[in-house]
């Protein structure tokens, strides 16, 4: 196994983990970012408001976008177990 090999598989995996947590996150930054508008209007100063949006969001987005994700991470997974013979050698 080359160096370069390993260097693209971590780059797969890396890319993978980005595009499945890519939504969610960003779900999370639209709705901290409504939360904190909201409270710099009604200067409601209260450091935990925003955090049950937040969950309620990504939970929802997880079942939104969880089938892609899941998708996404066994086609990885299935990628990484038919090329098995590749890595031990």
């Known amino acids: 196994m080359s160096g370069d090999f ?13 595009m499945v947590t ?3 996150l960003i779900l999370a930054l639209v709705v901290g970012l409504l939360v ?6 009604t200067q409601i ?4 408001l925003a955090f049950i ?11 939104f976008f969880g089938p892609w994700m899941l998708t996404r991470m066994v086609e990885f997974a299935a990628n990484i177990f038919q090329n ?6």
């Open 6 to 18: 390993v260097i693209s598989l971590a780059q797969q995996g890396i890319y993978t983990i980005l």
């Open 22 to 24: 890519g939504p969610l």
């Open 36 to 41: 904190s508008i909201f409270q710099a209007t």
């Open 45 to 48: 100063q209260e450091q935990t």
């Open 53 to 63: 949006p937040k969950i309620v969001a990504v939970l929802v987005g997880l079942v």
């Open 84 to 89: 098995l013979n590749q890595f031990v050698g």
